[in-house]
């Protein structure tokens, strides 16, 4: 269902994307699928230990085992200054970086790389790596977050003194920086408010769990220069961390990204990419590294588990008053959780006069997290939303009507800053609200909820390419990785600005020596930014048509115009002469100039906030603590949806997965600090039969900085459903639950306890 | 240790391959015969993206070793289409968008045509119990289950 709609031709639609078949058939190239002649298998040894020292590591019996041909440690990795960059809505860190694709004196978590290995098969390389010898000394572990706050934990980092404390402090500790955001008084606010609600809440560590897992193909050549091939996010980023890590001239590392079987922000790091390189550059022959699942679990980054406290007052009539907060995010085994975006978050939806949060990132004995939709967000916005729900209650009043009180509007200061622009937070408010589902019958054991969700969305740097073929059809290509129909999305806008058919655009994710530098796909910024270059080129183009047909007529270009596909005499020659189509023009570029083709790059300013409600349904068995989700309408505006089916395909996924990560994920340690569940069976993700339809409604409250109001879609979807399906399950058993994963043993105990 | 020699037809084409005795079917289909069309997700028989079928049985091909390939017929993603004839699961799954990434589209699409097989006229909730073992990480599942029933349809029609 879409709200509001435009007259388009190609905007809004859902054409077969230009990349199904190959999807359908199997003939899709992602990571793994790659072969080159002469290709070794590469292999990682990994950390059984959650934090030990390594003493020494002995290679020797593994690089004489026949077909072993190459062997590599932290000695063959280049120690790296601290230096942090940023990356998209979080930081990165050289040396942690280094550190973390091969453990430096110390492995800090289950499953680090300690050793890697080259060999002529997989059995072989497997074989060379239990030849390895690596001597630990054991040391004492901490992996629940706020354990390792307290003043005895053991400290990873001997360099780590918290940083945005004053004085700064002379003792290490695992809190490695505090962040505050204040805005008004909340002291004050408190002491205006009726009804003040607390809590405490926490969330477990999930993992992105794409499918596929991570893969790169390496082969360096002797002249020093390198071809890498590989499931990313962003090819252009690999590029920049690898030729750091290696001490490579960029230029001498031309990456390919190859299809990529989902990434949710957990590709947009490196982790075998530089390991495949240094055992390509060691051994003189191509190298392919593949994860296993296990690997995937254990090494790749999941996002932050967390502790949070958060209060809020409102006065009698819904007025919220004031907001504070406490978030404390695991960042892994390296400093970096997304906490900043997790405190800007907190409150974004709402306009407060006086909020107060104060956050802690903290390293603890666990793969270093990685990005996941929307970073930070769902943790924080997952507490408040509870917590609006509570007062809700408490009041006595509508949950939606409560939101609508105190949403924030075009004006609205945030309370991370900025005032807000045109927004379309209140569209969803009411769209939800106006939805058949918040108003259907419920059933015993049965409960509704709803809750909200923030994100920033980001643009940044992007390029694109249009060359115009000599048939008039268009060759596009942008260096955005497609992760979830992205390349529909650049054919249709490209066919809206040109006016041609979509189907005459061909789109294709070029190489990093093919176009201009493209940061990666995250922060929801593709289809806003990537999107900006694609029509800024085929504007060119339309600019360069009518030049060649103003050539081809003999008059001025500002007497032709480019209409729906035609350049057509204008003004005074209107009539003249007959409208040329593109193909007319490409047949005759050498006639009038040569080949036609433009480039684009651009950093996107202006990214439009996004904001989702959802609504759930929800049966709890009294029996079994089983929660079932059996309705499920999730609303967003999203600007303006480019391609309406994969708009909605990426507000259902989201959804599920935020689903997942109330109802059933979480990573599980044992007492060593070893991870329990690094399988999908044991680590279960929603299956279909968890699952009922997701309804959704695309609002459309345009971004005015796009050209078609294109805001971003892909990270709203997953903040909201935590706090929805608590929220139902409060409504349905009449008990808040504060702990996620909600799973039947926790839902069973809470119903035994009566709270 | 000595090689094993099979004799197989994958995708109604006779072929023969020599295989590690612990090398999975799905090891061999990719690296041996290079039909990559076939995932691994997991290689515990728990996400489906390797499925395929042997005779008339979905199996994971993961959870399968080459050799017992002996003498079967199986079939893989890439023998889904009738020459330059997508298959009506295929069809619909592009045009209902029934993929994102598409790393899981090999497997749920020969599993939805193990059910049709067996029950061309599937109720939501047994579509949704039969692809339970194909895990699928972007969609929901919405569009892949609204694709296969609309299919069904279709080819009940048909
Ligand atoms: S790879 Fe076979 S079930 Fe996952
Ligand atoms: S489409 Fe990505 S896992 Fe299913």
């Given at each position: 269902?879409?709200?509001?709609?435009?007259?388009?031709?190609?905007?809004?639609?859902?054409?077969?994307?230009?990349?199904?078949?190959?999807?359908?058939?199997?003939?899709?190239?992602?990571?793994?699928?790659?072969?080159?002649?002469?290709?070794?298998?590469?292999?990682?040894?990994?950390?059984?230990?959650?934090?030990?020292?390594?003493?020494?590591?002995?290679?020797?019996?593994?690089?004489?085992?026949?077909?072993?041909?190459?062997?590599?440690?932290?000695?063959?990795?280049?120690?790296?200054?601290?230096?942090?960059?940023?990356?998209?809505?979080?930081?990165?860190?050289?040396?942690?970086?280094?550190?973390?694709?091969?453990?430096?004196?110390?492995?800090?978590?289950?499953?680090?790389?300690?050793?890697?290995?080259?060999?002529?098969?997989?059995?072989?390389?497997?074989?060379?790596?239990?030849?390895?010898?690596?001597?630990?000394?054991?040391?004492?572990?901490?992996?629940?977050?706020?354990?390792?706050?307290?003043?005895?934990?053991?400290?990873?980092?001997?360099?780590?003194?918290?940083?945005?404390?004053?004085?700064?402090?002379?003792?290490?500790?695992?809190?490695?920086?505090?962040?505050?955001?204040?805005?008004?008084?909340?002291?004050a606010g408190f002491a205006k408010a009726d009804l003040v609600v607390e809590r405490s809440f926490k969330t477990a560590p999930v993992h992105q769990a794409y499918l596929e897992p991570h893969?790169?193909?390496?082969?360096?050549?002797?002249?020093?220069?390198?071809?890498?091939?590989?499931?990313?996010?962003?090819?252009?980023?690999?590029?920049?961390?690898?030729?750091?890590?290696?001490?490579?001239?960029?230029?001498?590392?031309?990456?390919?990204?190859?299809?990529?079987?989902?990434?949710?922000?957990?590709?947009?790091?490196?982790?075998?990419?530089?390991?495949?390189?240094?055992?390509?550059?060691?051994?003189?022959?191509?190298?392919?590294?593949?994860?296993?699942?296990?690997?995937?679990?254990?090494?790749?980054?999941?996002?932050?588990?967390?502790?949070?406290?958060?209060?809020?007052?409102?006065?009698?009539?819904?007025?919220?008053?004031?907001?504070?907060?406490?978030?404390?995010?695991?960042?892994?085994?390296?400093?970096?959780?997304?906490?900043?975006?997790?405190?800007?978050?907190?409150?974004?939806?709402?306009?407060?006069?006086?909020?107060?949060?104060?956050?802690?990132?903290?390293?603890?004995?666990?793969?270093?997290?990685?990005?996941?939709?929307?970073?930070?967000?769902?943790?924080?916005?997952?507490?408040?939303?509870?917590?609006?729900?509570?007062?809700?209650?408490?009041?006595?009043?509508?949950?939606?009507?409560?939101?609508?009180?105190?949403?924030?509007?075009?004006?609205?200061?945030?309370?991370?800053?900025?005032?807000?622009?045109?927004?379309?937070?209140?569209?969803?408010?009411?769209?939800?609200?106006?939805?058949?589902?918040?108003?259907?019958?419920?059933?015993?054991?049965?409960?509704?909820?709803?809750?909200?969700?923030?994100?920033?969305?980001?643009?940044?740097?992007?390029?694109?390419?249009?060359?115009?073929?000599?048939?008039?059809?268009?060759?596009?290509?942008?260096?955005?990785?497609?992760?979830?129909?992205?390349?529909?999305?650049?054919?249709?806008?490209?066919?809206?600005?040109?006016?041609?058919?979509?189907?005459?655009?061909?789109?294709?994710?070029?190489?990093?020596?093919?176009?201009?530098?493209?940061?990666?796909?995250?922060?929801?910024?593709?289809?806003?930014?990537?999107?900006?270059?694609?029509?800024?080129?085929?504007k060119k183009i339309a600019l360069e048509l009518r030049e060649r047909a103003a050539k081809t007529w003999d008059i001025s270009v500002d007497a032709v115009i480019w209409e729906d596909g035609l350049a057509k005499p204008a003004g005074a020659?209107?009539?003249?002469?007959?409208?040329?189509?593109?193909?007319?023009?490409?047949?005759?570029?050498?006639?009038?100039?040569?080949?036609?083709?433009?480039?684009?790059?651009?950093?996107?300013?202006?990214?439009?906030?996004?904001?989702?409600?959802?609504?759930?349904?929800?049966?709890?068995?009294?029996?079994?603590?089983?929660?079932?989700?059996?309705?499920?309408?999730?609303?967003?505006?999203?600007?303006?949806?480019?391609?309406?089916?994969?708009?909605?395909?990426?507000?259902?996924?989201?959804?599920?997965?935020?689903?997942?990560?109330?109802?059933?994920?979480?990573?599980?340690?044992?007492?060593?600090?070893?991870?329990?569940?690094?399988?999908?069976?044991?680590?279960?993700?929603?299956?279909?039969?968890?699952?009922?339809?997701?309804?959704?409604?695309?609002?459309?409250?345009?971004?005015?900085?796009?050209?078609?109001?294109?805001?971003?879609?892909?990270?709203?979807?997953?903040?909201?459903?935590?706090?929805?399906?608590?929220?139902?399950?409060?409504?349905?058993?009449?008990?808040?639950?504060?702990?996620?994963?909600?799973?039947?043993?926790?839902?069973?105990?809470?119903?035994?306890?009566?709270? | 240790?000595?090689?094993?020699?099979?004799?197989?037809?994958?995708?109604?084409?006779?072929?023969?391959?020599?295989?590690?005795?612990?090398?999975?079917?799905?090891?061999?289909?990719?690296?041996?015969?290079?039909?990559?069309?076939?995932?691994?997700?997991?290689?515990?028989?728990?996400?489906?993206?390797?499925?395929?079928?042997?005779?008339?049985?979905?199996?994971?091909?993961?959870?399968?070793?080459?050799?017992?390939?002996?003498?079967?017929?199986?079939?893989?993603?890439?023998?889904?289409?009738?020459?330059?004839?997508?298959?009506?699961?295929?069809?619909?799954?592009?045009?209902?968008?029934?993929?994102?990434?598409?790393?899981?589209?090999?497997?749920?699409?020969?599993?939805?045509?193990?059910?049709?097989?067996?029950?061309?006229?599937?109720?939501?909730?047994?579509?949704?119990?039969?692809?339970?073992?194909?895990?699928?990480?972007?969609?929901?599942?919405?569009?892949?289950?609204?694709?296969?029933?609309?299919?069904?349809?279709?080819?009940?029609?048909?």
């Open positions: 269902m879409t709200v509001e709609s435009k007259k388009y031709k190609w905007v809004g639609t859902s054409p077969v994307r230009p990349d199904g078949n190959d999807k359908v058939t199997g003939r899709a190239k992602f990571g793994a699928d790659l072969m080159l002649p002469g290709m070794l298998t590469g292999k990682v040894l990994r950390s059984p230990h959650a934090h030990a020292n390594i003493k020494s590591i002995d290679t020797s019996k593994a690089e004489a085992l026949p077909g072993v041909k190459a062997v590599i440690t932290s000695a063959d990795v280049a120690e790296l200054e601290s230096e942090w960059v940023p990356a998209g809505e979080l930081q990165l860190n050289f040396r942690d970086l280094a550190h973390n694709i091969m453990a430096n004196g110390k492995a800090l978590y289950d499953g680090h790389a300690v050793a890697a290995v080259a060999a002529t098969s997989a059995a072989i390389a497997d074989a060379a790596l239990d030849l390895i010898k690596v001597d630990y000394e054991v040391l004492p572990h901490v992996i629940d977050v706020e354990e390792a706050m307290e003043a005895d934990a053991p400290v990873l980092h001997a360099d780590m003194f918290t940083d945005g404390v004053t004085p700064k402090p002379t003792k290490a500790s695992n809190i490695f920086k505090e962040v505050d955001i204040a805005v008004g008084d909340v002291e893969a790169a193909v390496a082969s360096f050549s002797e002249d020093g220069q390198a071809e890498l091939w590989c499931c990313t996010q962003g090819h252009f980023v690999v590029r920049a961390y690898c030729a750091k890590l290696l001490g490579m001239d960029i230029a001498d590392l031309r990456v390919t990204a190859s299809e990529i079987g989902g990434g949710f922000g957990g590709k947009t790091t490196v982790y075998l990419e530089p390991v495949a390189l240094m055992l390509s550059r060691k051994a003189g022959k191509p190298v392919r590294a593949v994860m296993t699942r296990d690997e995937v679990f254990r090494a790749s980054g999941p996002t932050s588990g967390a502790a949070s406290w958060v209060k809020v007052g409102v006065t009698n009539d819904g007025t919220i008053v004031a907001g504070e907060a406490i978030l404390k995010y695991q960042a892994g085994a390296f400093a970096g959780s997304p906490i900043q975006p997790g405190c800007m978050c907190a409150f974004a939806p709402y306009d407060i006069e006086n909020v107060k949060v104060k956050g802690y990132d903290v390293v603890t004995n666990r793969s270093k997290v990685a990005a996941y939709r929307a970073p930070g967000a769902p943790i924080s916005e997952h507490a408040v939303e509870s917590v609006i729900d509570e007062i809700a209650k408490k009041l006595g009043m509508d949950p939606i009507e409560l939101r609508e009180k105190n949403a924030a509007r075009e004006g609205t200061n945030a309370a991370y800053g900025p005032k807000f622009g045109v927004i379309g937070f209140a569209d969803t408010l009411a769209a939800a609200k106006a939805h058949p589902h918040y108003s259907a019958p419920l059933g015993p054991n049965q409960g509704r909820g709803v809750a909200s969700g923030f994100w920033f969305n980001i643009g940044g740097s992007s390029s694109a390419t249009v060359n115009v073929n000599e048939d008039g059809t268009l060759a596009l290509a942008t260096g955005s990785p497609d992760i979830g129909g992205s390349r529909a999305s650049m054919a249709i806008m490209a066919a809206e600005t040109l006016g041609i058919e979509v189907t005459d655009v061909r789109p294709i994710v070029a190489d990093t020596a093919s176009l201009g530098y493209t940061f990666l796909t995250g922060g929801s910024r593709v289809t806003f930014a990537t999107g900006m270059a694609v029509i800024e080129a085929s020659n209107a009539g003249d002469f007959e409208p040329l189509t593109l193909a007319d023009l490409a047949a005759k570029a050498n006639q009038t100039g040569g080949p036609i083709s433009s480039a684009a790059s651009l950093n996107a300013e202006g990214a439009g906030p996004g904001f989702g409600t959802h609504i759930c349904d929800v049966e709890v068995d009294p029996e079994t603590g089983a929660v079932k989700v059996l309705r499920y309408t999730a609303v967003q505006d999203c600007g303006q949806a480019i391609h309406k089916a994969y708009v909605e395909g990426q507000i259902q996924g989201g959804a599920a997965q935020g689903i997942g990560w109330a109802l059933n994920e979480e990573y599980i340690y044992d007492e060593k600090g070893r991870l329990d569940n690094a399988s999908f069976l044991d680590y279960r993700i929603p299956v279909a039969s968890d699952l009922p339809m997701i309804d959704t409604v695309i609002v459309e409250v345009a971004n005015p900085t796009h050209p078609y109001g294109v805001r971003g879609v892909g990270e709203v979807p997953i903040i909201p459903p935590m706090a929805t399906v608590a929220n139902a399950i409060d409504s349905a058993i009449g008990i808040r639950l504060t702990e996620l994963p909600m799973s039947p043993p926790r839902v069973l105990a809470a119903l035994d306890n009566g709270s | 240790m000595a090689k094993i020699h099979v004799t197989t037809t994958i995708n109604g084409e006779p072929v023969e391959f020599l295989c590690e005795p612990q090398q999975t079917m799905l090891d061999v289909l990719r690296d041996e015969l290079r039909l990559t069309g076939s995932k691994e997700g997991c290689a515990t028989g728990d996400c489906g993206a390797c499925s395929v079928t042997v005779g008339d049985r979905l199996v994971c091909s993961c959870l399968m070793l080459g050799a017992e390939a002996e003498g079967q017929e199986i079939e893989t993603i890439e023998g889904m289409a009738d020459g330059d004839t997508l298959h009506p699961l295929q069809q619909k799954f592009l045009e209902e968008a029934a993929l994102q990434c598409g790393i899981c589209t090999p497997g749920v699409l020969i599993a939805a045509k193990a059910l049709l097989a067996k029950n061309p006229d599937p109720s939501e909730s047994e579509v949704r119990y039969w692809l339970a073992g194909n895990l699928c990480r972007c969609t929901g599942y919405d569009k892949i289950i609204r694709a296969v029933m609309d299919c069904a349809a279709d080819m009940r029609g048909a």
